[in-house]
Structures are given as C-alpha cells and as structure tokens.
C-alpha cells in the first residue's frame, strides 16, 4: 500500500515549456486535490475532484489545467510554465468530504518544480 | 469565510522544555480543526484532528491541543520537546462542504 504518490519528485523548465504532474493513490479515494507550497504561505488549494471525471477550481486554479480520468490519478497541468510557477506541489487525497466533514487528507512527497 | 491564523512564524526551544504553538481561526460554523507536521523535504503529516468530540485532543509523538470555542484557538503543545520534533507546522480549518485553509506555518526549532 504505496498511499499518494508524486512524479516526478524534481524538475526544472524554461519559461513557456509545458509538463504535467502525475499524482497516484490506492486508497480507493473519491477525493483528489492540488496545492502549491510557497515560503511563507502555506499550502493553497489549486484545483481539485470529488470523483473520476470531474474536477473543479481552487484558490489559485490560473496557469494550471487539471485531469481524473481515472479514479486512482490526478494529472496536473502546466501549459506554458511562468517563474511564477516555482514552487513546490502537493497532491492529497481523501475518502470524502460532504456530511462527515472529518476525513483526512493523505499527502504525497512532493514535485519541487523550478521555472527559470 | 473561515481562516487560520498561526501567530509565530518560528518558535525556538530548548530540548525536554515544553513546546507551545499557537493558532487562532475564524468561521461562521462549527469548523474541523487540524495540525498537519511537515519534516524538511517530506510531505504532510496528521498530528491530530478536532471534529467536535472532546475538546482536549491527543495526537501522535505527544502532541496535544485544545479547542477553545470562545478565545477561538487551537493551540498545539507538548510537554517535553525532543530534537526530531524540528519541523514546519500548519494550523488547518476546514468547514463541511470546502476544502482545507492552511495557516501559513510555524517553523519549530529544538536546541539540545
């Protein structure tokens, strides 16, 4: 039982380059998210789904496209990277998040991207 | 809206002296309260959750934290601090129905 994982773990782009992050769990989750890591502001959610073939707008969504054709993934998107985008990326998942409004976050280990 | 506020961005203690992290949040309904730890280059760890049960919490490693309703905190302690407990820690709200709203972290360091 791997839990979430993240690939790749590093990379760095030239500005305008494009790249997609692949985010995995075999928890069986209906849940999937995004965030963005940045020193000094937490985590901020960009985009995330409440089930296989359905995503929808975090905090931060701009720059950034979100796929789940498949329950157990969760690509992330970056068309044409910016300097802006350099930070570190974190995909969690969990099991719901309506009535019982308890369910954990899983995390994975993170994507450091570098846009230059 | 609901927001979280961490009113330290870096604590420093001694190691075996006590830790204290504060948190302050606002929300307009009951709200889920967590502490996530996150270690240098690792993903996010649960401490512990407040989901409307006992308002003293226990977590993993030691670490407690109490809910109070009317200061509007969630302060995270624990009694006696050990050298691997260096590490960021987010302060997390999260009402039914929305994602979570992180604080912006509080970076814990233990001396020996």
């Known amino acids: 039982n791997a839990g979430v994982t993240q690939t790749p773990k590093f990379r760095v782009l030239k500005t305008g380059q494009s790249m997609t992050l692949l985010c995995a769990q075999d928890?069986?989750?209906?849940?999937m998210y995004w965030y963005r890591q940045d020193p000094g502001m937490g985590l901020r959610l960009i985009h995330y789904s409440v089930g296989e073939g359905t995503t929808a707008k975090g905090k931060v969504p701009d720059g950034y496209n979100v796929s789940r054709l498949k329950k157990q993934n969760f690509l992330l998107g970056l068309e044409s990277a910016a300097p802006s985008q350099t930070s570190v990326y974190f995909c969690?998942?969990?099991?719901?998040?309506?009535?019982?409004?308890?369910?954990?976050?899983?995390f994975g280990p993170g994507t450091r991207l570098t846009v230059t | 809206a609901q927001s979280v506020t961490q009113l330290d961005s870096h604590v420093s203690v001694s190691e075996g002296t006590p830790v204290l992290l504060r948190c302050n949040y606002s929300s307009s309904y009951s709200p889920s309260l967590f502490w996530y730890v996150q270690h240098p280059n690792k993903g996010l760890q649960l401490l512990l959750k407040y989901t409307s049960a006992a308002t003293l919490v226990k977590g993993i490693n030691g670490f407690e934290a109490e809910f109070k309703k009317s200061e509007t905190s969630f302060h995270l302690t624990k009694p006696s601090a050990h050298m691997s407990d260096a590490a960021e820690y987010f302060c997390v709200v999260k009402q039914a129905g929305t994602a979570l709203i992180f604080g912006k972290g509080t970076t814990l360091s233990v001396s020996s």
């Open positions: 928890m069986n989750h209906e849940y």
């Open positions: 969690a998942s969990s099991s719901g998040q309506g009535g019982s409004f308890e369910y954990e976050q899983y």
